[in-house]
């Protein structure tokens, strides 16, 4: 008998714990295609640079030099697949000044190929999959000398209101 009121003093705080549950929405809202919400004009708000050429690689935060009016890149990418800079930033400028842009893949992208008018295509690491409701996307690139990367910088972009 006393092992019976054990078990009920334990499992009624439990069964009174899972019915306080609150209720679940029926409608979750809209689904957001991840990637599908890089299309529009992006302000660039942040850079953080890599050295790859020491033994462990040390970073710098460049935020506040490209956040500097003139200093940072704002490009405009389309739905039908081509982009434009709109202001060229400083530092290295894997950019051009149109082109196109394709994703890894359609669904869930990590990687977006960029190809400046007349040139080969250069493959970045998206730093996050922008969706149609998100301010911030990132994009990853290395810059290489003699075939070998020597550092890695990492854009910040803000969506452009």
Known sequence: MKALKNIIAIALP??????????????????YGAGGGVVGTWVQTGSTVYDLTLPV??????????????????????????YTIEQTGK????????GTWAFDTAYYPTEMMITP??????????LNAPRENDI?????????????????YEFV???QQ
């Open 91 to 98: 530092g290295p400028n894997p950019f051009g000044t149109a």
């Open 117 to 126: 008018s007349g040139e080969t295509g250069k493959t970045f690491t998206m």
């Open 57 to 82: 690689p040390e970073s710098r935060d460049l935020t506040s030099y490209y956040a500097k009016t003139g200093n940072n890149w704002i490009v405009t990418f389309s739905e039908d697949g081509s």
């Open 14 to 31: 439990i069964l009174v714990m899972a019915s306080c549950r609150p209720d679940q929405p029926t409608d979750p809202g809209p689904a």
């Open 136 to 152: 911030n996307f990132g994009l990853g690139f290395e810059v290489e000398k003699c075939g070998s990367p020597v550092s890695r």
């Open 157 to 159: 972009f803000t969506r």
